[in-house]
């Protein structure tokens, strides 16, 4: 229990004056420009300087009060922070959005423009670092005290591009510009050692870098509180050489440099190679071991001694990325700090929290013992010492799996084993991972596993994201949802008035009238704004099944083309995402909706009445255009695998029904909405596992429906890839004969699924009832709610507030 102290003096802030004269400050004197000559880029930057100036406040007191007060902290280790711009976040939570604009305009300068200009940061691949954003932006709007720990990365994820509907992999510039949002900490630089030799317990490394701090401010809804997003920039720790470069070997004399650099150059290096997956252990270990050196120090500098951490300290473990958490807190507490190896490893289980995000196997990562032994040599002997404690702590288990195993150290049973708490990310998912994926542990274990369904902050992808809608939510209930969202509760009755449902459709058609401008402008498709907005935005992946979206679409394609004036509801499919550059099947998954794109938005028979339109490099920017104009969310992965999901709950949020399977989060959504408002198809998760066992199960499926055998027919023959006829048979092949992720199983039922959705569409009343529900019963899916299950049962953490 932390002893409150009397409220500090607030830390000094800019309130002198108007937001109009610090931004001509900042754009004179901290940009060196005259107004008359100054670009959009030197008002952005201005503009931003103005407004981080009134975070600094809040920040810097609350640091104070953690520091006074001995609070004890959270610290969220992530490999991806997926932020988004930060401008008009940090405005709209210090209550500056309309003061900002308004400057602004008296400038002659257009603030959405302002807005736009602001680079997307590429910290992030999906919704592992959304989430983890989510989060950082929840605790501090519930000043809950945390600590963001992650990678500047100077690229990122690539940059998408198509070229003939294949994607591109190109860098990411975001940091090309400087970024105003950051505060170097050069001061805050620590050592991060590779590879060498041991030397009985000590460690003699022969690579090492310097991880030195970069600080961004996360500031929570109304400023009431701030907390640090801290990122790790990797940085030689020995001068170039300037001997062996005059000598003309320079290769040799930027070794170091480029090891370093290449450390935080991209997220998710390419992992196929030998080369690849070294590099991808290196960055892991950089951020963990840079994170758990800084969260010690600051500990032991507050004169506190290193037995007491778990008092003081919570350690999050975003998925398995930085599972090597464990055995690097035991080495500093060991190595560093003197303590014997039992009481340093009961110490690091009452600092570590893990959380699962996947029941797939190859994201649960595996290391080869010569890869990780290689790399992290001291850190395989403590490994292989928490692997042995625990088998003898649990002597009557002869089927222990073991964290070793097969030349192998697996991650997942690491992070497991040196947590004191694993949660889930839904409940289906949680259930899942004590079947499923630790049956043994958990056995040995009970009660270890618990459940955390995921959450999104209502202030980006509600307030910020979508302010037609947020307005009339404000009319109608009242100010104050923002940061209660169980109050969208009290929109229901207002549902059943004709005049709101009219205002829910209009709000709707506003972002749909913008998002069809957006697409003309990028993708030089035009689209109709009274069609279904039918959007699925996500990673590619197999079981994801981006793949049966695209059949439907050449399905309905082929039933317009047979009667083309039948009563069809007019729709535009959109689709946007990434695929890993390794991944071979789900880039050629892009090339085959780009592909059908092409033959579709160009048959004029076909006409306004299907639409495909995949606009490329999609990021938290294009979510926030593409959310709040959808009439239809796209969830539909296989049964099982998708452990939550959280773009599902911001299309609830923004009013748009689910299609979608009983997977991850969907099974929640489906008990909130009601099953009137949300369009189930396909197999259970227990079914999956069933008709995966039944022989030949994609041909039975094949063969009793016609319309599946006329899409993969049309695929395979070459009718949307003109020229090169045989494109897709291996993806066909693959639907006919290896069909793991179950779309031809589950493909009549999607179909009658979208038809339901075509009736419902059709029947404008019924359809805004079940929109507007969607967003009336959306309050559990805030990420406030998620992280106060985090305080209260995982980290043990009080608000200060």
């Known amino acids: 229990m932390n002893t409150p102290l009397k409220p500090l003096q607030a830390a000094p802030s800019v309130t002198h004056g108007a937001l109009a004269d610090d931004v001509l400050r900042h754009l004179t004197f901290t940009l060196g420009k005259d107004p008359d000559?100054?670009?959009?880029?030197?008002?952005?930057?201005?503009?931003?300087?103005?407004?981080?100036?009134?975070?600094?406040?809040?920040?810097?007191?609350?640091?104070?009060?953690?520091?006074?007060?001995?609070?004890?902290?959270?610290?969220?280790?992530?490999?991806?922070?997926?932020?988004?711009?930060?401008?008009?976040?940090?405005?709209?939570?210090?209550?500056?959005?309309?003061?900002?604009?308004?400057?602004?305009?008296?400038?002659?300068?257009?603030?959405?423009?302002?807005?736009?200009?602001?680079?997307?940061?590429?910290?992030?691949?999906?919704?592992?670092?959304?989430?983890?954003?989510?989060?950082?932006?929840?605790?501090?709007?519930?000043?809950?005290?945390?600590?963001?720990?992650?990678?500047?990365?100077?690229?990122?994820?690539?940059?998408?591009?198509?070229?003939?509907?294949?994607?591109?992999?190109?860098?990411?510039?975001?940091?090309?510009?400087?970024?105003?949002?950051?505060?170097a900490r050069p001061e805050a630089a620590y050592t991060i050692p590779f590879k060498g030799q041991m030397e009985g317990n000590r460690w003699v490394p022969a690579e090492t870098v310097c991880a030195s701090a970069y600080d961004m401010p996360v500031v929570g809804w109304q400023g009431k509180w701030a907390n640090t997003l801290r990122l790790w920039g990797a940085k030689a720790t020995t001068q170039f050489d300037l001997e062996r470069f005059n000598r003309g070997d320079y290769a040799a004399a930027a070794e170091p440099e480029a090891l370093a650099r290449t450390l935080s150059r991209v997220l998710y290096p390419d992992d196929t190679t030998y080369q690849g997956k070294e590099l991808r252990l290196k960055q892991e270990f950089f951020l963990t071991s840079a994170a758990l050196q800084d969260i010690v120090r600051r500990h032991v500098a507050a004169g506190l001694d290193v037995r007491a951490l778990p008092n003081h300290v919570a350690i999050q473990m975003n998925d398995t990325h930085p599972a090597i958490a464990g055995p690097e807190l035991i080495r500093l507490l060991v190595d560093d700090h003197g303590l014997a190896f039992d009481e340093a490893l009961k110490t690091t289980q009452a600092c570590l929290g893990y959380t699962n995000h996947t029941l797939l196997p190859e994201a649960l990562e595996k290391w080869t013992t010569f890869t990780f032994g290689t790399v992290l040599p001291r850190h395989m002997q403590i490994v292989e010492q928490i692997d042995s404690a625990h088998r003898r702590a649990n002597p009557n288990r002869p089927h222990y799996i073991g964290i070793v195993k097969h030349h192998e150290v697996r991650m997942g049973e690491l992070a497991f084993i040196t947590a004191h708490r694993v949660n889930g990310v839904s409940a289906l998912h949680s259930d899942l991972v004590k079947q499923n994926l630790f049956p043994e542990l958990d056995k040995l274990h009970p009660g270890r596993i618990i459940n955390q369904t995921n959450g999104v902050t209502p202030r980006r992808w509600l307030r910020m994201a979508n302010r037609p809608l947020a307005g009339l939510i404000t009319d109608s209930i009242g100010a104050g949802w923002e940061d209660d969202l169980d109050r969208l509760k009290a929109l229901e009755p207002h549902v059943e008035d004709a005049a709101f449902r009219d205002a829910f459709d209009a709000a709707k058609r506003q972002n749909k009238a913008a998002l069809g401008d957006w697409l003309a402008g990028e993708c030089g498709i035009k689209v109709n704004p009274d069609a279904i907005f039918d959007v699925q935005i996500k990673r590619i992946h197999e079981y994801k099944r981006q793949l049966l979206n695209i059949m439907e679409t050449v399905a309905r394609y082929q039933a317009i083309k047979a009667n083309p004036n039948g009563n069809w509801v007019p729709r535009v499919k959109i689709f946007g995402g990434k695929a890993a550059p390794g991944y071979v099947v789900a880039k050629e998954i892009i090339r085959l909706v780009n592909d059908v794109a092409a033959v579709v938005n160009n048959d004029s028979e076909v006409g306004d009445l299907l639409k495909v339109v995949f606009p490329a490099n999609y990021n938290v920017s294009m979510a926030e255009r593409l959310i709040p104009a959808s009439d239809l969310s796209e969830q539909i992965s296989t049964a099982g695998k998708e452990a939550s999901g959280t773009g599902n709950m911001k299309f609830m949020m923004n009013g748009a029904p689910t299609i979608g399977t009983l997977d991850g989060a969907n099974v929640e959504i489906l008990e909130q909405v009601g099953a009137e408002n949300f369009f189930l198809f396909g197999l259970t998760a227990a079914e999956v596992v069933t008709r995966r066992e039944t022989p030949d199960h994609a041909r039975r499926a094949i063969e009793a429906s016609s319309p599946l055998q006329a899409v993969l027919q049309a695929i395979a023959e070459g009718q949307f890839s003109p020229g090169q006829s045989d494109r897709y048979h291996d993806l066909v092949h693959r639907v006919w004969h290896h069909d793991y992720f179950l779309v031809a199983a589950d493909f009549d039922a999607y179909l009658a699924a979208q038809a339901r959705v075509d009736v419902a569409y059709a029947n404008r009343d019924l359809w805004l009832r079940m929109a507007a529900l969607n967003t009336a019963r959306s309050g559990f899916f805030s990420s406030d709610r998620t992280i106060r299950g985090y305080m209260t049962d995982i980290w043990s953490v009080e608000s200060a507030l």
């Open 37 to 183: 000559h100054a670009s959009r880029y030197d008002w952005r930057m201005a503009l931003s300087f103005a407004i981080r100036d009134r975070v600094v406040g809040p920040w810097f007191t609350s640091t104070r009060r953690i520091w006074a007060e001995q609070r004890k902290r959270v610290h969220y280790l992530s490999m991806e922070f997926l932020i988004g711009r930060i401008l008009e976040d940090a405005a709209m939570n210090l209550g500056l959005d309309a003061e900002a604009s308004t400057t602004m305009a008296a400038f002659g300068q257009d603030y959405r423009a302002l807005i736009e200009d602001e680079p997307d940061a590429a910290l992030g691949n999906g919704g592992l670092g959304r989430l983890a954003a989510c989060f950082m932006e929840s605790m501090a709007t519930l000043g809950c005290p945390a600590y963001g720990y992650g990678i500047r990365y100077e690229h990122g994820l690539f940059r998408q591009r198509f070229e003939g509907g294949v994607q591109i992999e190109t860098p990411e510039d975001w940091l090309s510009q400087s970024n105003p949002w950051e505060f």
